[in-house]
């Protein structure tokens, strides 16, 4: 049993791992364990103790609108088409590790939004920063970062995260200002981390939401050069 100033101090330092693995170390169990096998001990359930904080608190952090979407849970019905190479392949996460795009497909209720925060979770489970945030919401983000003089923070936020899921993609036509902004997060994130676009509307016809036809182009290259794709019907 280690001592309370000892405790005191662990605590301090925020080692409860730690903590906890001598209290179960006073146990007669143990008192045949040498130094080294103490230290490994200690080390690893502190270690497992900050995997586990870390991945909660990546989970919170991704906001993700089914919090509970598993890959492992993604059935093929009759009534229902997927692309279940490429999602195991997702799933690996390289994609990620690549910075590339996915875009999955599809009308209201055919999945995509599952699909894509059963990624969000296996990201996160790979100890990634993920987002999810519909796309009107991440309009309204953005524009109230210009309005309030925070724009240059908000998109650094956005740019640092490493899987950024966009849900109702180009669901109506963005403003003018938000075009703006939405080519100047693209380009940012570009080749720095990747996203997922969840829409009902083909690449092809994206183009048609956006007015300033040149920004289209430049938008829908940056997302379509090296995005895999899955349509789910």
């Given at each position: ?18 903590v ?18 103490v ?24 906001d ?14 009759p ?6 190479n ?8 390289n ?6 795009d ?10 995509k ?23 009107v ?68 016809k ?18 379509t050069?090296?995005?895999h ?5």
């Open positions: 049993m280690i001592d309370a100033i000892t405790r005191d101090r662990l605590k301090e330092m925020r080692l409860t791992g730690m906890e693995c001598l209290d179960q170390l006073a146990s007669p169990d143990t008192t045949g364990l040498t130094t080294v096998d230290v490994k001990m200690i080390t690893d359930r502190e270690w497992e103790r900050r995997r586990n904080s870390k991945l909660t608190r990546l989970r919170r952090a991704a993700l609108a089914q919090p509970h979407a598993d890959l492992a849970d993604l059935r093929v019905l009534d229902r088409t997927i692309d279940t490429l999602v195991g392949r997702l799933g690996v996460g994609y990620i590790a690549k910075h590339e996915v875009i999955v497909l599809g009308p209201t209720g055919s999945g939004t599952y699909l894509a925060c059963a990624l969000g979770n296996k990201a996160a489970q790979q100890y990634k920063s993920v987002l999810y945030l519909r796309a919401d991440l309009f309204d983000r953005l524009t109230l970062a210009d309005r309030t003089g925070s724009r240059a923070q908000t998109l650094t936020k956005l740019v640092k995260v490493d899987l950024l899921i966009l849900d109702e993609w180009f669901t109506s036509p963005p403003t003018v200002d938000q075009v703006r902004h939405l080519h100047a997060l693209i380009e940012r994130r570009t080749g720095v981390g990747s996203t997922i676009f969840c829409s009902q509307i083909p690449p092809a994206w183009h048609d939401q956006i007015e300033e036809k040149v920004v289209a182009d430049a938008i829908v290259d940056r997302i050069a090296n995005a794709k899955t349509t789910l019907t």
